[in-house]
């Protein structure tokens, strides 16, 4: 067609997705023949880049590369981390490919598969998979790690590559630094990898092995939410955003005519809409569910890997920062399990003071699941009740190391089926006996050349800006800085417990304000201010 650049035919296919679907066949083009190097970042939560643009064939098969030399240096730490023994050990176990069902997913996993198999990798192809079924997977069959091309929520022209090692939970720092290394080398040197058949691997069932490991692990009552389904009266309404979520739910539960599902059809373009389980994104799931007349109500809106959830019943919405605070006093209170209470630093404080109220000690990390994982896996001593942060991702005790939609599903129904209530109704109750918290959270898109290093340097001003005892000034009221927390960005609480956090994000070219207020009609006011320090913070 002409284009003269990837991010030419990139906008044009967005400026009208329903009618321009068919110019995806020149992002392919530029996929396969870019051979232009780029500089390899996991951010939160892996490597993410624009189709044809940085994410490129070539840059997957280096990144792959990059992955397999890692693993033939056999360096300890890293084997360690890997939990395997040596580059033996993983050529046995094997490593599990798949992805979600976007533009080109299948080809580049069998790019991938081709590099594995090369260098006598045991490769298992686990298809359309969603995330949190990689966990599972590698659980269940012994897998040495998997490699998942999922950009998780972002816009259509993203695609994106995450490792995890065997235990299943995403990669640390001290595999990703290495990983990094090795591909940005590769790159800077122009490498040009061939392609390799992909050739003599193992196709694996997902959604099989998922179901094998929620049994196992008890940490859902499937037979009660099916008891639940059939004989009470219920509507279940589960948008899966044309994501890889789709037909796990009929899975796990049997198909019935009390559940119905939305956006299941392939759309690489998801409408022309960010896939992200957003506010606006759920008027489909709540105008079914206002439509109804049914006693139990709960709709979702699930993102492209199946990571990421937000529920409403209808009348009452919950992102992550309620529905986590309610999981926990659940599986504390009605199914008495003991242990952690495990958030993020951007996550509301309504869990905090549930568990200072119940006495139950509260671990605070760095926005990433990743940094969940001390807290999750089965031997720790201090072991998460619940595991969730704001941005809707969620696990719990002995489940995955991975966020998980189905699971945040599922134990939404399991939580009616015990309570006797809509999820609206328990979430009132809980508030009442705890307090009323409003979290909100929002952002600002920065220059790319911006992105790493340089923004960071100009966020870290901000600590500098207002410090402890400063009067900040929000429309006619004023508040004091109590606390400034640095542990991921920069956390300012003030006098009546209301705070805001800004910090880049971790996987796009953006900003991320995420606060908190004590009054709803405080929270205008406080994204307001979140952007004007931003501004001066980034022009200084």
Not at 99 to 108: A, Q, T, Y
Not at 392 to 399: F, L, R
Not at 404 to 424: H, K, P, R, V
């Amino acid at each position: 067609m002409g284009f003269a650049s990837v991010q030419e035919c990139w906008k044009e296919i967005l400026s009208a997705p329903k009618v321009k679907a068919g110019l995806l066949e020149e992002i392919e083009r530029f996929a396969r023949n870019n051979m232009e190097p780029t500089e390899v970042v996991f951010g939160t939560s892996g490597w993410r880049g624009e189709i044809g643009v940085d994410y490129t064939f070539n840059n997957v098969r280096i990144v792959t590369k990059a992955i397999v030399e890692m693993f033939k240096a056999e360096d300890s730490a890293v084997m360690a981390a890997l939990g395997v023994k040596d580059f033996e050990d993983i050529k046995r176990r094997g490593v599990v490919v798949g992805h979600d069902n976007r533009f080109l997913g299948p080809d580049f996993a069998k790019t991938v598969i081709g590099i594995l198999r090369k260098e006598g990798i045991k490769t298992y192809y686990s298809g359309e998979t969603t995330t949190p079924e990689f966990s599972a997977i590698l659980e269940e069959i012994g897998g040495a790690a998997s490699i998942n091309l999922t950009p998780s929520h972002n816009p259509a022209k993203w695609a994106g590559f995450k490792f995890n090692p065997s235990d299943g939970g995403p990669a640390g720092a001290e595999i990703t630094n290495v990983i990094e290394k090795i591909a940005n080398k590769m790159m800077a040197e122009k490498l040009s990898i061939a392609d390799e058949p992909a050739t003599d691997y193992d196709t694996i069932d997902p959604v099989g092995l998922y179901m094998q490991f929620i049994e196992k692990r008890k940490t859902l009552d499937v037979a009660k939410i099916k008891e639940f389904i059939a004989k009470e009266d219920v509507l279940i309404c589960v948008d899966h955003v044309h994501g890889a979520s789709r037909q796990r739910p009929n899975r796990i539960l049997g198909d019935s005519p009390k559940i119905r599902y939305f956006r299941t059809n392939d759309d690489y373009l998801f409408g022309g809409i960010a896939p992200e389980p957003s506010s606006k994104n759920m008027a489909v799931v709540n105008d079914a569910l206002k439509a109804s007349t049914n006693k139990y109500k709960l709709g979702v809106i699930i993102d492209p890997d199946g990571d990421r959830v937000r529920f409403s019943d209808g009348d009452v919405e919950l992102p992550m920062n309620y529905f986590g605070a309610l999981a926990l006093h659940y599986l504390y209170v009605h199914r008495g399990i003991k242990g952690v209470v495990t958030k993020s630093v951007a996550t509301s404080n309504f869990a905090n003071a549930i568990a200072e109220k119940l006495g139950i000690p509260l671990k605070e990390t760095q926005v990433g699941f990743k940094n969940f994982r001390p807290f999750m896996l089965s031997g720790s001593s201090e072991r998460a009740i619940v595991a969730f942060e704001e941005s809707d991702g969620i696990s719990a005790y002995n489940h995955t190391l991975e966020k998980d939609a189905l699971l945040g599903l599922l134990l939404a129904m399991e939580m009616m089926a015990t309570t006797g209530m809509n999820i609206g109704q328990y979430l009132k109750q809980v508030q009442d006996e705890f307090g009323y918290f409003y979290p909100d959270r929002a952002g600002v898109e920065v220059e790319r050349s911006l992105v790493g290093k340089p923004l960071k340097e100009k966020l870290a001003k901000i600590k500098d800006m207002l410090t402890i005892g400063a009067t900040v000034t929000f429309g006619g009221t004023s508040k004091k800085v109590k606390e400034v927390i640095t542990l991921d960005g920069t956390k300012v609480v003030f006098d009546d417990n209301s705070w805001l956090l800004i910090r880049p994000s971790g996987t796009e070219p953006k900003v991320r304000f995420y606060i908190e207020t004590r009054s709803l009609d405080e929270k205008d006011i406080m994204f307001k201010k979140a952007e004007d320090i931003t501004k001066d913070a980034i022009a200084a």
